[in-house]
């Protein structure tokens, strides 16, 4: 026998705000400061290759008692105060994270209870570097589909606790922050369509060297006397294998060839040239990446570059967002302007579009 459906009721279709925009702005950078001259005493380099082969002169570590969610507290306050909303006008709260050291529950419930939103829609997302552009979609989508009216945006990393220290490829590059926005309804377009895709092929490239699982059944072998060999894994103890391993070379290879296309698309799909741009915001992965990727852009020279890698590090999914904040309050940057912020990473992942700063 077939069912048939009722056919009585009809629902009704969502309904929100024409446009969003971002409306506010806010970052966190750690007290901690970890020169080259410190990097140095893990690993065989120098001041000067870090320099010039990743333009980080300093990066910033959280405290061990510090956490993700602490960070993302911390930076989520000036954004609502930039956006003049108060905490029980919060619709929603999104953390972009790959370092919050819990499976489940997710950061952003505790987050949206310490900011004194407790109750309202609240999850993370796990799309490394590329995560605050992936987030910063979903939150447009979710305004302009009637789901939340103003959407709290977390980009929150605490690397430091997935770097391994004796690694010469990785151990210079990471740093910890946490940069945030709110999403926020609009009259005019202020977030632009985004380009955005994934490339499972290139799955390995970066990784957490090992799962959860193989480390918990590699670590009860140990426990129970029996030797283990982690070398597979580049890894030498349970510690290590937790941590993240890169090939490179072939991130450099595919972030600058591959993402200056979709930085270009980005700007197409949003109507603009590059021209009309006021600021380029991409992910602080590598200075030569941002310089290859400004070159094959033809940015006009007069648009000013994010360049928050120098002091701040690699912060993955906080990096586009610490690094607009930081434009915004030197001045960089012009509120109101247009940015064209694209972020990409592990996974590997990537997404662009163009915003109107705040
Ligand atoms: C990590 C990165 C800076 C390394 O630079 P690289 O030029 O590719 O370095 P290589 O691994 O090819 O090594 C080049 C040389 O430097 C040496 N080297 C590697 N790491 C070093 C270090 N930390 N200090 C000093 N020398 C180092 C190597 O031994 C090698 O020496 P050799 O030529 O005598 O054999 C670069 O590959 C990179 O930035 N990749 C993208 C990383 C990134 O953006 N990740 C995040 C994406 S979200």
New binding site residues.
Partial sequence: MSLSPKGTGTITSPAGARHARISGVGGYRPERVITNEEVCTW????DQ??RE??GIVTRRWAREDESVVDMAEAAAGPALQMAGISPEQIGAVICATVTHPFSTPAAAPLLATRLGANGVPAFDISA??AGYCYAISLASDMVRGGSAEHVLVVGVEKLSSVTDTSD??????FGDGAGATVVSPSDEPGIGPTVWGSDGEKWST?QQRLGWDEILRRWEAEDAGQTVDWSDAQAHDARSASTLA?A??S??RW?VWGMAPVAQQAIDKAGITAADLDAFIP?Q??M??VDAMVKQLGLPEDIPVARDIAETG?T?AASVPLATERMLREGEAPRGGLALQIG???GLVYAAQVVRLP
Avoid: E, L
């Avoid at 690993?43 to 120098?46: A, F, K, P, Q, T």
């Fill in positions: 690993i065989d380099s120098s290759w870090i082969r990743s490394a570097c010469r490829g990785t151990a210079f590059i970066i890169m490179g070379q991130v450099f972030a992910h992965a590598n030569r990446i690699n993955s990409f990473g592990a």
